[in-house]
């Protein structure tokens, strides 16, 4: 089985896509899992959801569960999927829940600030 760690991320963490700041943290958590890169959760409260649309793309983890995805809205584009949640995670990874990971892509940067 794949291990999953998952614990607070040091310091503050920012997502910005194109240039806007979609949230800032220092209540981040950092999730491991096996060989990959670890990935950084940001809390929903602190996460200007006003710019993320729920799309219609799910996905089953057999570690964490279904996630929903969203995309990132702005005036100049619509970034397609750039975000995901698992609204009800499997019991081993219940930190997670009311938090979104977004995909490292270019138009979005995740950074320790």
């Given amino acids: 089985m794949t291990k999953i760690t998952i614990r607070k991320a040091a310091g503050n963490w920012v997502v910005r ?6 949230g ?32 219609d793309k799910t996905s089953q983890c057999p570690h964490k569960g279904d996630a929903t995805y969203y995309s990132i809205v702005n005036k100049s584009s619509v ?10 995670p499997l019991e081993t990874v219940a930190e997670i829940k009311d938090y979104l990971a977004f995909a490292q892509q270019e138009s979005i940067k995740v950074e320790q600030v």
């Fill in 79 to 88: 970034t397609e999927n750039a975000a995901w949640s698992y609204e009800t």
């Fill in 17 to 22: 896509s194109g240039g806007a700041v979609l």
């Fill in 24 to 55: 800032e943290t220092s209540n981040a958590l950092e999730l491991s899992e096996g060989e990959l890169k670890p990935v950084i959760y940001f809390p929903r409260a602190d996460i200007a959801m006003a710019f993320l649309d729920r799309s």
